[in-house]
């Protein structure tokens, strides 16, 4: 079983749309986790550490759900630039698992 | 500085080639990684050092040889690799202290092709 599950996608969705990313993991000790953001070709960029309380950034919200072992990821209001593969990472301060990653695309 | 320096950003060699990727980076980090991603897949943790020493292995095999010189430097020796080790090599770094944020900062990667 893998340590970090997402769905693949690919979501297809109009600009200004909300989107919502699950991802679930298996190890129950994974302390650490986050989104990371990759564009084609390009290594993975932070996009925001998920945290026990919820958090936000802009147009981002992660949440995390220790009981059900997973986190989720909010997208509004879409834009063009969102368009990239989210993966998500579960882990401890030294050793970190990816999912295999979510492809969104935006529309025009 | 939140930047994670690797070189070269591309290399080409054949199997009886040896070569080293090299990854920098100045945040204090006491934590660094290599991970192997190949197309369309994410990232595989290879090897974890932590406070210079080798902590993790994920059962790479040993023409992959992973060296930290110091706490800034971590390079990845490569002898003998084949066709099938073509990937993009990634380096990553972080905190090493439960209480600070954990997040791993990527290099950009070395785009390794072996022919």
């Known amino acids: 079983r893998k340590e970090v599950e997402q769905d693949p996608g690919p979501f297809n969705v109009p600009e200004g749309a909300t989107v919502a990313f699950n991802c679930t993991y298996s190890?129950?000790?994974?302390?650490?986790f986050f989104w990371y953001r990759q564009d084609c070709r390009k290594e993975p960029k932070l996009l925001m550490s998920?945290?026990?309380s919820g958090n936000e950034d802009g147009r981002f919200t992660a949440q995390l759900n220790r009981a059900s072992q997973y986190i989720s990821l909010l997208i509004r209001d879409s834009k063009l630039s969102d368009s990239a593969t989210y993966l998500c990472?579960?882990?401890?301060?030294?050793?970190?698992?990816f999912g295999s990653g979510t492809k969104l695309n935006v529309k025009p | 500085d939140t930047e994670v320096t690797q070189t070269p950003k591309h290399l080409v060699m054949g199997m009886t080639n040896k070569k080293s990727l090299k990854c920098e980076q100045h945040m204090g980090h006491r934590a660094m990684y290599w991970y192997k991603q190949k197309a369309k897949k994410p990232p595989e943790l290879m090897f974890v050092y932590s406070y210079e020493k080798l902590s993790i292995n994920e059962s790479v095999p040993s023409r992959f040889s992973p060296e930290c010189p110091n706490s800034s430097l971590l390079n990845l020796h490569l002898h003998a690799l084949q066709p099938e080790d073509s990937a993009l090599y990634l380096c990553a770094s972080s905190n090493r202290d439960r209480t600070l944020n954990t997040e791993a900062f990527f290099g950009q990667g070395t785009r390794l092709t072996v022919v």
């Open positions: 990472v579960g882990g401890n301060f030294n050793k970190f698992y």
């Open positions: 190890n129950s000790a994974s302390q650490s």
């Open positions: 998920v945290y026990s």
